[in-house]
């Protein structure tokens, strides 16, 4: 039943920016743990005749990630109005792109070589968000807008992605790139970065009539364990002749399951039209250019140049999720001149706690310890049995009188031990094991 059918995933990534202010007015764009309705203006609560003036920071944060996910920038770009009702949406229409995104046409290799396929890099406002609570006995939802209007961009790729694993992959190179970047904290916890998977399955390798949406996932896991999740449901669907319904569903933690939420919408439900109070955005290839030759090292180039180095990919793909830790390894590994792979190990395993140690000291330490003499007798002992058990003819040797035995069974010893046992403990055990 495997092969029949191939999941053909896409996602979709919003990712708060930590600028200082919000994308349309200048209230505050912090809203993590501050008390409700406090960051908030006419502009942020969609209040009538408030006019939005477009954040310039979060707008170059935003080309920034297009350009590291090698996306083209729009010279000309726009922003539109997506019209849908909630009440966490106060204008009864989000401020986001449709036909001119600041970023388009992008590209993330994953380590198997597979091309992730990067449609568009857009900006928008972020929502209020909805409170479930209890006050005075009774159930109710109560509103804070203090996140309505903090800068959102959203990551979408094509339906290029086929594995939970292949999806986690991306998704932790999209999460370190971002704070690479230094343009976002992408939190998941604190949802400053959210994810949304569509997933269906084809059985003729093209693309299926349907698809379901699983949307506010918080962990990697999580999206992972909701694929496959999908996944399956989808197969036993089809086994029986049905066809999965189109629709959104939400990650059940509980019940480790996806739930159904809604019937999905389509594009022309939103009424896109162009924001008719921001005039279009022009955006200078110099300025452009400029970002791009200032790009810091990115997590995709960290795992290529450590790979390249002989180191394994795990350490590797561990090692770009941090940008200080990448620093210093990159010093390392400059520095080392061989054992790479072990010295990364040590750093990555904790071994030695690499914060206190300059990259130089990392070495030494780990070096000079790789020259301590072995004097444990138990374990010498292990090494003699084992050289004795597998030489029994030089055994014999030896005991016919050849002296010249005695040094061969003494190198295998030294060899087991990596030339690191105490010579003179070898010959002594040795010698008593023989008589
Ligand atoms: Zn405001
Ligand atoms: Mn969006």
């Given at each position: ?63 920034k990630?297009?350009l590291a ?108 790139t971002?704070?690479f970047l ?109 970002f791009k030759n200032e790009l810091p090292i990115l997590?995709?180039q ?134």
């Amino acid at each position: 039943m495997s092969d029949k059918y191939t999941p053909i995933i896409g996602m979709e990534v919003h990712v708060e920016l930590s600028t200082e202010s919000k994308m349309f007015c200048r209230c505050s764009a912090v809203h993590f743990q501050v008390p409700p309705n406090t960051h908030v203006c006419p502009v942020c609560l969609g209040l009538p005749g408030a006019l939005p003036v477009p954040n310039g920071k979060a707008i170059e944060d935003t080309i920034k990630i297009g350009l590291a996910l090698n996306c083209q920038i729009n010279t000309q770009s726009k922003f539109d109005r997506k019209h849908y009702f909630y009440p966490d949406l106060p204008k009864g229409y989000q401020i986001s792109q449709y036909d001119q995104p600041l970023c388009y046409n992008g590209l993330v290799t994953l380590s198997n070589g597979k091309r992730i396929r990067i449609t568009r890099v857009h900006l928008e406002e972020d929502t209020g968000k909805l409170k479930h609570e209890k006050v005075e006995g009774k159930d109710v939802t109560l509103i804070d807008y203090n996140r309505s209007g903090v800068p959102l961009v959203e990551i979408v790729t094509e339906p290029d992605l086929s594995t939970a694993e292949e999806t986690k992959e991306y998704l932790k190179l999209i999460h370190s790139t971002v704070r690479f970047l230094g343009v976002s904290d992408a939190d998941m916890e604190k949802g400053s970065m959210r994810l949304e998977a569509n997933i269906s399955l084809s059985t003729d390798g093209g693309l299926p009539a349907y698809k379901v949406e699983v949307k506010n996932v918080n962990s990697f896991r999580y999206i992972g364990a909701a694929i496959d999740y999908e996944i399956e449901r989808h197969k036993n669907l089809l086994e029986k002749g049905e066809m999965p319904r189109q629709e959104t569903r939400g990650w059940n933690l509980g019940g480790r399951k996806t739930v159904s939420q809604r019937s999905k919408e389509e594009a022309k439900d939103y009424r896109y039209f162009p924001e008719p109070d921001i005039p279009p955005l022009v955006i200078e290839r110099e300025k452009v250019e400029r970002f791009k030759n200032e790009l810091p090292i990115l997590p995709s180039q960290v795992i290529a140049t450590l790979v390249e180095k002989g180191i394994r990919l795990d350490y590797a793909q561990t090692v770009a999720e941090n940008q200080e830790l990448t620093k210093y390894v990159l010093e390392l590994v400059e520095l080392a001149k061989e054992n790479i792979d072990r010295l990364v190990g040590v750093v990555i395993n904790a071994k030695e706690d690499w914060h206190k140690l300059s990259p130089a000291e990392l070495i030494e330490r780990v070096s000079s310890k790789e020259k301590e003499k072995i004097t444990d007798e138990d374990q010498i002992e292990m090494w003699v049995k084992e050289a004795i058990s597998q030489n029994s003819g030089v055994v014999e040797d030896y005991k016919r009188g050849k002296t010249n035995a005695l040094q061969f069974l003494l190198g295998q010893v030294m060899g087991r031990s990596k030339g690191r046992a105490e010579a003179k403990v070898v010959a002594r055990i040795l010698l008593e094991r023989l008589t």
